[in-house]
């Protein structure tokens, strides 16, 4: 039949369609006609489709690369946040918090970090007394320094300092804690057992790491040195201080006769002899190294807003403590932003005499910014106000505290002469008379107890900096 692929052979065989083009294939423009002509249309088809795709599918409901990995991943996300404000994770991590400093609030930034809601458990004085020694500040200013840190969010107090099984029980049900938090360095109960280990076996434990270059036995030893050649501070025995807690500078004492180097004791004053001993004593050195990714990480990040009123104050703020939170809070209250300056090293050393401050610019700059009345901090701020500085930051007003260790009334004066004259000065009353010379002098009236404590301590942490000491990410 023709002009049909149906073929018949002599045998009377009707053979398969397709024969016939396998026997006669087609030539081969016939061919690229052929597959040119169905591209063509395949385009035009995927154009109109595409078009009418675009114009009749709502944006909102059209593909684009990772739509639904996305779509998904904001359904969940919404699932957690919608979970979390009804059962927030809540995490706990105990402490002392003697001295509070940058590292105590930098521990309560990471553990704030792994949860939605920070619980600090503040051991009373008793406990550190029976534990550890005699405590430097007592419950109460350890409380007012621990709720002014801006990552926590709530405070037991009266908490033991041993981690019991039934005190983890009373965290777990009654205070609904999720997980306890501790530092990666050791923590050891006086049987030398973990004081984390029920909680760890429990699974309900979890590790941050331990902030370096500070700690309150390097702080303390910071003090003790301070109180030689410091007119503000009268010892008998500032010499030995001298001797004993130089920071590194020539702290080890061998046996001798008796005499004594240039430039241990001042000129005019008379020289005592040096106590013999063969015992070499190691004194912790900061080892503090500012990064801009730490101050990143304690600033809150805001300005202010338009037309808001801008408060400045501003000061040494060493060995950060109640006194200063106190009056901070009431800068806060002044207005609606808080701006403190914080003055340099060389500025407070002039101001206040020799081996002061104790703590560096950078370390005295997070402390303050880890305190929750404080919106931003200017580093290494001058000394004296000038219209500058308040151009330059829309100050509204200046305040002072009536409380200060400043030697000289006229310097004062000097300070704040620009914004008496433009009216804008006021001087607050200190709810608090704490000073940072009235804790060195606290250090200085238990003196032997605070150097056994801190002696057990610079042992402790030697081993661990030589033999534990491991890699951990911060958070």
Not at 43 to 48: D, I, T
Not at 108 to 116: F, H
Not at 148 to 173: A, M, N, Q
Not at 382 to 394: G, V
Request: aromatic share 8%.
């Amino acid at each position: 039949m023709s002009g049909s692929h149906t073929t018949t052979s002599g045998r009377g065989l009707v053979l398969p369609p397709g024969f016939y083009l396998a026997a006669h294939p087609p030539d081969t423009k016939t061919l690229a006609l052929t597959i040119a002509g169905a591209a063509v249309a395949g385009a035009v088809v995927w154009h109109f489709s595409r078009e009418t795709y675009y114009s009749y599918v709502p944006p909102k409901y059209q593909y684009r690369p990772g739509m639904f990995t996305g779509w998904i991943a904001s359904l969940l996300a919404r699932h957690a946040k919608r979970r979390r404000s009804r059962r927030p994770i809540r995490v706990y991590m105990d402490g002392c918090f003697d001295l509070m400093h940058y590292g105590h609030a930098n521990a309560l930034r990471q553990a704030k970090a792994l949860g939605d809601e920070l619980v600090v458990g503040l051991v009373p004085d008793r406990e550190i007394l029976r534990c550890k020694g005699p405590p430097i500040l007592n419950d109460e200013e350890r409380l007012k320094l621990v709720n002014s840190v801006k990552w926590v969010d709530e405070v037991l107090t009266e908490v033991p300092y041993d981690l019991t099984p039934d005190f983890l029980h009373d965290l777990f049900t009654k205070h609904k804690i999720d997980y306890v938090l501790h530092g990666d360095d050791p923590c050891l109960l006086p049987d030398g057992t973990d004081a984390y280990e029920h909680a760890k076996k429990l699974g309900r434990f979890k590790m941050i790491k331990r902030t370096e270059g500070v700690s309150t036995t390097d702080i303390v030893g910071r003090m003790l040195m301070c109180s030689r050649d410091n007119a503000r501070f009268s010892a008998a025995d500032k010499e030995r201080l001298t001797l004993e807690f130089s920071m590194g500078m020539g702290d080890t004492d061998s046996e001798s006769s008796g005499a004594e180097e240039e430039g241990d004791v001042p000129e005019g004053q008379p020289r005592t002899p040096r106590r013999s001993t063969s015992v070499s004593r190691h004194v912790t050195v900061s080892r503090f190294m500012p990064t801009s990714r730490r101050i990143v990480q304690f600033s809150s990040g805001k300005s202010a807003p338009p037309g808001a009123r801008i408060v400045y104050i501003d000061g040494a703020f060493d060995l950060f403590h109640v006194g200063h939170v106190e009056i901070l809070k009431k800068a806060k209250q002044a207005g609606d932003f808080l701006l403190v300056g914080v003055h340099s090293d060389e500025d407070v050393c002039e101001r206040r005499g020799p081996h002061l401050p104790i703590m560096e610019l950078h370390e005295r700059a997070l402390s303050v910014l880890s305190c929750r009345y404080v919106d931003e901090v200017v580093i290494g701020a001058p000394m004296a106000i000038t219209e500058d500085l308040l151009t330059t930051f829309n100050i509204s007003l200046v305040v002072s505290g009536t409380v200060h260790e400043t030697r000289s009334r006229d310097s004062e004066q000097e300070r704040y002469a620009v914004p008496q004259e433009q009216g804008i000065f006021r001087r607050l009353e200190s709810p608090d008379a704490m000073t940072s010379a009235k804790l060195i002098e606290r250090i200085m009236a238990n003196r032997a107890q605070f150097e056994a404590r801190q002696a057990r301590k610079e042992k402790s942490e030697s081993a661990y900096y030589k033999t534990s000491k491991q890699y951990m990410q911060e958070i």
